[in-house]
């Protein structure tokens, strides 16, 4: 079945620095991945669309300056947090589709998630 | 605008009972409906969709749901429960517009199956 990753599974970063979370579509490509927030105990928070070769589209309420999407490639999305404060601290998680006629019927494949801890 | 409505916070089954958790979505057009569990610190697992066709579907592990167009339900089900069964459950409706789609996830029901 499709895999996707996520790097680095675990990070912990002090307040006012930057970090970045990779998400890599192993088996399959695809022009559209989705990054998501989950706090504890709730559910996932689509934060942007992550669009190959353009810009990402950020859901309302979503800072687009602190959280900078890069859809590099068919296979690679990279979500930075930058300038993390304790509050960015939550669950990571990306999804993605296989690019093929019929995405809207396909199901989303998810990372494994990635925990960013904020000191 | 699409939603999705799981009003269990968390379900409570014997091993061996059938089990069921509940969603209700509200959308404008067709529904695409996806049912997903996590584990602890892991990211979602497809378990079964609804596109179109029978209304009740078959996924993974021996789940199932049933789609119910006048009372906007997709519940899943499970004849009978095992302990590995405990997770995270999530209903999701696909939000299909112009240009692009995103899927939109209920709150999440967690599940406890006791043995």
């Known amino acids: 079945g499709a895999v996707v990753s996520q790097h680095p599974s675990r990070v912990i970063c002090k307040s006012g620095t930057s970090v970045k979370i990779e998400c890599r579509s192993l088996d399959f490509q695809a022009t559209t991945m989705f990054w998501y927030r989950q706090f504890p105990k709730k559910s996932l928070m689509l934060m942007a669309t992550?669009?190959?070769?353009?810009?990402?589209?950020?859901e309302q309420g979503v800072e687009k300056d602190k959280f900078l999407i890069n859809h590099a490639s068919l296979t690679l999305s990279t979500l930075t947090v930058t300038s993390a404060h304790p509050e960015d601290s939550s669950f990571y998680i990306c999804?993605?589709?296989?690019?093929?006629?019929?995405?809207?019927?396909?199901?989303?494949?998810f990372g494994p998630g990635t925990r960013l801890t904020v000191l | 605008a699409q939603s999705v409505a799981q009003p269990e916070d968390q379900v409570n089954v014997a091993e061996g009972n059938p089990l069921t958790v509940k969603c209700t979505y509200s959308v404008s057009g067709n529904p695409y409906l996806f049912w997903y569990v996590q584990y602890p610190n892991r990211g979602l697992q497809f378990l079964l969709k609804y596109i179109t066709g029978d209304n009740l579907v078959k996924g993974s592990y021996g789940f199932e749901a049933e789609f119910n167009k006048s009372q906007t339900s997709f519940h899943l089900k499970k004849p009978s429960a095992l302990v590995s069964d405990s997770a995270l459950y999530f209903c999701?409706?696909?939000?299909?517009?112009?240009?692009?789609?995103?899927?939109?996830f209920g709150a999440g029901t967690r599940l406890f199956v006791k043995a």
């Open positions: 999701a409706v696909r939000d299909v517009g112009t240009g692009g789609f995103k899927t939109i």
């Open positions: 999804s993605a589709s296989p690019v093929l006629a019929g995405d809207l019927y396909n199901e989303q494949f």
């Open positions: 992550s669009n190959e070769g353009s810009k990402a589209t950020y």
